[in-house]
Structure formats: structure tokens, C-alpha cells
């Protein structure tokens, strides 16, 4: 990301103070560790559930959920917001913590909800699709908001990283959407069985996914690829495929920093010599070098696939993840 980790403490800090005065339910703000929030026990609620979500990606599976007996807002759908470097203002605080149900990405990915959900003076129930990521990829360890990666293989490359783009995982959606319904069951018992079949539809229609990057891994197994920055780390891994991109090309990309003149030129060597068959490039968030490395690999030839982080205009999470994964199929059989 280029503007990853990038937001201010202090303007996030003087929102929050200010949306304890906006939100006139909270009793006070407090100075408590964001990274200690826990969600709070959902109980039943009277009125009408309203549910807040941090970007229009988890908005949208908390829809599929909720269907029409819930109201869903999403804070973030401009593609030009970077979530990672987001500052949250006061009437998003007070939206936050006037909801029945927060679902948000966690990770540190979206660290602006973590804040307000541990700044404020009132517990909200909420979904943190981060820390079901074991349910759907097995790790040895948990997983923390700093990704750590499992040992490397021989050709230098690593597998298995723990990496906070977890709506790239369309098993952790899934799992998502199963604990959006259990929650709201609880916040809404009378409708509890609609939202667990609504849960279970959505889980169903998750195969469309898997199925097209169960026929990558099949059709093209470990086959060489690169992206300009680890967004769509799960979606190449659940399709089995190899990623070469220099780690210290894609760890700059992502903390916002210059990549050093060697990882530049062993990015481009990568297209240059037609070591890799598709580059997998974040239109939201490039720069001069990601676009040179774009143009470097179209002009050898190689296919690019655009990938987003969030929601297109008119697209359900479904269908967005249904063609970021078969855009890389066609990109890689174009290669063939």
C-alpha cells in the first residue's frame, strides 16, 4: 500500500474525543488498548439491528446476511481511501458505537474501528474477519496483526504467510458471514434461523470461488507469478500458485517506502526474462514504480490482472472475487 500506516494518531485521537460529545448515549471516552477489544456478548435489542462495517467488502457479506431485516452501513467505499491510513471522523465514531453490530477486517488492516471500539465508553458486539482465518488455513501459530511468515522453501520464496487481506480468503468470507449470523441470532432471536440459512447461502455460493482457484491449482500447478504488492496474497495461494516477487520489493510497496534500486531491477528481471506468466496489480494504490513494473510486464508480453480493495460500483463480494479469480485464470491460460 502506498500510504500504509501513514494515518495520524493525534487527528484519530481528537475525532474520537470530539464523538464522545456526538454520541450522547456513551457515558465517556476512555484511554483503553484498542489491540485488547474484545467483542461484547450480543443480547437482544429493540428497534430495528443496524449494522456498521468497515469497508463495502465486509458491508456487503453482512447484506448477505442480514438481507432486509437489518440496516448495513459501510464507512469506507470510495476506492481512492486507503483503509490502512484512514482517519476516522465523529460521526463515524459515533456510527461505530451506536450500531448493534460492527464487522470489520482486523489485522491492523482497518485500524481505525479497533480504535473506536476501544476508545469508547460502550461495548459493541462485532466480527473480526482476521482472527477466523484459522478456521479456513492452517497455520502453526496464531495469527497477529504483524504478518509473520513460515520458514522459506529452497528456492527462497515464502508459503504459508499470515497476511491481514483476508477477504482475499473467500473461506474466511464464509466464516465471516457464519459469525455475522450467530451474532445477529443473538441481537435478534425471532430471525435468527433466516440469518443462519441466509449464512449458509452465501457459503454455498462461495464454491463459485474456490472452484475456479481449485481448477487454477489443478490446471497450473506452482506456476510463477508476481504482484506489486501482497493484496492478493490468498487468492494466489488457494490457487496454488508461486509468487516471485522480491520480498523486499512488496515490503515496500506496502509500508509506503521507495524500493531499494536492486529489488526494482530484480522485480523487472522477472518480465524482462519471462520468469513469471501474470502480474497481479493494485489499481488503487499505484505509483510511479508500480506503474513501471505494469508497463515492463505488458511490454514483455505478460498478462496483468487488476485487483481492487474495494467493492467495484454494483458488484456483490460474490461476483468481485468470482472475477478477480477468473481473470487470473484467463491470464495465466493466455500465457500458456
Excluded at 475456479?212 to 500458485?241: C, K, R, W
Aim: include cysteine; charge should be negative; aromatic fraction near 6%.
Amino acid at each position: 500500500m502506498s500510504s500504509i500506516h501513514r494515518a495520524s494518531g493525534t487527528k484519530l485521537m481528537a475525532a474520537l474525543g470530539l464523538s464522545c460529545a456526538a454520541a450522547l448515549t456513551l457515558s465517556a471516552c476512555s484511554s483503553s488498548d484498542p489491540a485488547s477489544t474484545e467483542s461484547a456478548p450480543a443480547t437482544p435489542v429493540d428497534g430495528p439491528i443496524t449494522i456498521v462495517a468497515s469497508t463495502n467488502v465486509w458491508g456487503s457479506v453482512a447484506e448477505a446476511v442480514a438481507g432486509d431485516l437489518a440496516t448495513v452501513t459501510s464507512i469506507i467505499s470510495d476506492p481512492s481511501a486507503d483503509p490502512h491510513s484512514y482517519e476516522a471522523s465523529p460521526a463515524d465514531a459515533a456510527a461505530v458505537s451506536e450500531s448493534s453490530l460492527v464487522v470489520y477486517n482486523g489485522g491492523g488492516y482497518d485500524q481505525f474501528i479497533e480504535d473506536i471500539l476501544g476508545s469508547e465508553g460502550k461495548d459493541v458486539p462485532s466480527v473480526d474477519a482476521f482472527t477466523l482465518l484459522d478456521d479456513s488455513h492452517d497455520h502453526d501459530s496464531e495469527p497477529t496483526s504483524d504478518a509473520t511468515a513460515e520458514p522459506t522453501t529452497d528456492d527462497g520464496h515464502s508459503h504459508g504467510e499470515v497476511n491481514e487481506h483476508v477477504w482475499y480468503n473467500a473461506e474466511v468470507a464464509a466464516h465471516t458471514a457464519e459469525e455475522i449470523a450467530d451474532k445477529l441470532g443473538q441481537l435478534d432471536p425471532d430471525n435468527a434461523a433466516q440469518y443462519t440459512a441466509n449464512a449458509e447461502a452465501f457459503h454455498e455460493q462461495v464454491h463459485a470461488i474456490t472452484d475456479v482457484t481449485a481448477q487454477i491449482a489443478a490446471d497450473f500447478p506452482n506456476a510463477p507469478v508476481a504482484q506489486t504488492e501482497p493484496i492478493a496474497h490468498y487468492l494466489i495461494e488457494e490457487s496454488g500458485l508461486d509468487d516471485r516477487t522480491p520480498e523486499d520489493f512488496k515490503d515496500s510497496i506496502e509500508e509506503g517506502n521507495d524500493p531499494s534500486p536492486a529489488s526494482i531491477a530484480a522485480t523487472r528481471d522477472l518480465f524482462t526474462s519471462k520468469s513469471v506468466r501474470a502480474l497481479v496489480y493494485n489499481i488503487q494504490t499505484e505509483d510511479a514504480v508500480t506503474q513501471d513494473i505494469r508497463s515492463t510486464s505488458e511490454a514483455a508480453g505478460i498478462p496483468v490482472v487488476e485487483v481492487t480493495e474495494t467493492l467495484p460500483a454494483g458488484m456483490t463480494y460474490i461476483e468481485w472475487q468470482t472475477k478477480a479469480a477468473t481473470d487470473l485464470r484467463a491470464a495465466l491460460t493466455t500465457a500458456s
